[in-house]
């Protein structure tokens, strides 16, 4: 079968962006699954960040991402550990968080009945399903949903009721910092936005051009 | 809406994507790297890759693999075959996989489910499950590649599976593989009813109706296949603006 006739081991992104500036970009390394995904994602628009968990690294750079997969409490308990969580709410510089990243900027997480960082003046809640279930809806919510309501500058107009890609049993209510929304079982917040910090719920990593295009704007920033 | 999602799954073989009719006779298709690239880019919601290579160079040939697939594709994958123990789930992960499908080794040690959610978390842990239809309701699980009966049958096992942890059933009907003839529907409606984690609908796929009637009369979250995409029997750009047409939520 001829299927494709390039042999190259990179694809290029169709966002249109290339590397063409030398912002500084860290990704705070800490106890989570999926910073190489997100590492791999910024490498695919060309940009090289360093993966670090070190203070003076982090307060230094341009960009700051907190990406996340894992537990809240645990995940807490080793950014207190390492004072990483001071480190974080002191940031003056753009700092995108990213599911479990996104939830632990909250105030407290029902996943092991946590306080957390406290960026956001949110909690952060268990989906509980419907009690007459007809729909079949299933939980985690996986897979491919929509952005509404979105907002500037993370969120470009022309983004608003694309699809993204979500992985998560927990959610932030709808609320002042909401920055896109979200309906899964009830509208809640995909994305909150507060001064120089940004969440998304979903994996902007992982949701093809379109989180290309949301991670273009964050870099943009 | 939460879209159902259109999989596209690579059976992998010494580095090469292969497909095989009911698991038997297998031909080569193509680099996944570049096919995966290419339906990804086609509106394919994820993807599956299987590695088919039984020995030991091929495993380490298969990791190198993810490492390259992760690289180029910025879409969700899973990543299955060949996985008995955490430490190869590790490795998975490391080199990028977002999720795993353990099958035959889950079967024989179901107490790697349990130990694969408590380390990386159920949203990484695909339980993938062949079975057998007998008759009425039941079905039996089949272990390497559908050869070998086993003891187990379909819907309990399933049950097991959530409860140990596992985030997603991967339901393969092994009457329906290859002969594209449409999904276990009757079966899969069945799973997703007394479940409460997500469906992967495997097997059967032909026509464009057949994923209609996977979602609607089988209640998948998911339909996932391979040859249909393989030989361009059917387009996923096509084949989703049907579905979005007969009020399918799909992601355009």
Not at chain 1, 67 to 95: C, D, F, H, W
Not at chain 1, 144 to 162: C, H, R
Not at chain 2, 25 to 44: R, S, W
């Amino acid at each position: 079968m001829n299927i494709s006739s390039k042999n190259s081991d990179t694809f290029s992104s169709d966002s249109g962006l290339r590397a063409s500036d030398s912002q500084k970009i860290v990704i705070i390394k800490y106890n989570a699954g999926n910073i190489r995904s997100v590492n791999n994602a910024l490498l695919r628009l060309g940009y090289e960040a360093e993966i670090t968990a070190d203070p003076a690294l982090i307060q230094q750079a341009d960009k700051v991402i907190f990406p996340g997969v894992g537990e809240a409490s645990t995940t807490m308990a080793y950014l207190r550990k390492t004072g990483l969580n001071k480190v974080i709410v002191n940031l003056k510089q753009p700092v995108l968080g990213i599911c479990l990243g996104m939830q632990l900027m909250c105030s407290h997480s029902e996943e092991g009945h946590v306080d957390c960082l406290n960026i956001f003046d949110e909690k952060v809640r268990k989906f509980q399903l419907p009690e007459s279930n007809m729909e079949n809806i299933k939980i985690p919510h996986m897979g491919w949903n929509q952005i509404t309501d979105v907002k500037t500058p993370l969120f470009d107009a022309s983004l608003e009721g694309e699809y993204v890609y979500f992985v998560h049993s927990y959610y932030v209510a709808l609320g002042e910092d909401t920055a896109a929304t979200t309906n899964y079982i009830l509208p809640y917040s995909s994305a909150l936005q507060k001064d120089n910090f940004y969440a998304t719920q979903f994996h902007p990593e992982k949701s093809g051009s379109v989180g290309e295009r949301i991670l273009a704007n964050f870099l943009r920033l | 809406m939460l879209a159902k999602r259109i999989i596209p799954c690579l059976d992998i073989k010494n580095g090469q994507t292969v497909k095989g009719v009911k698991f038997v006779e297998i031909k080569e298709v193509g680099d996944p790297v570049e096919l995966g690239a290419l339906y990804a880019e086609q509106g394919a919601d994820e993807l599956v890759f299987l590695d088919i290579t039984a020995s030991h160079e091929g495993r380490k040939t298969f990791v190198d693999l993810v490492k390259r697939i992760a690289r180029n594709i910025n879409i969700p994958f899973t990543v299955g075959g060949g996985i008995s123990e955490l430490g190869d789930a590790d490795a998975l992960l490391n080199a990028g996989a977002d999720k795993i499908s353990v099958n035959s080794s889950a079967v024989r040690n179901p107490q790697l489910i349990n130990e694969l959610a408590q380390n990386f978390g159920s949203q990484f842990v695909v339980a993938a499950i062949d079975a057998k239809h007998q008759q009425g309701d039941d079905w039996v699980v089949t272990v390497n590649g559908g050869r070998i009966p086993t003891d187990k049958r379909l819907f309990s096992w399933a049950r097991e599976c959530e409860e140990r942890g596992a985030g997603e059933i991967l339901f393969t009907s092994m009457d329906h593989d290859g002969v594209k003839q449409g999904f276990a529907n009757k079966a899969l409606a069945k799973l997703s009813d007394s479940l409460n984690i997500p469906i992967i609908a495997s097997g059967g796929a032909g026509k464009m109706e057949h994923f209609k009637d996977v979602f609607t009369i089988g209640k998948a979250d998911a339909g996932l296949a391979a040859s249909i995409f393989h030989f361009k029997e059917i387009g996923i750009r096509e084949l989703k603006k049907y579905l979005n047409n007969e009020q399918i939520p799909i992601r355009l």
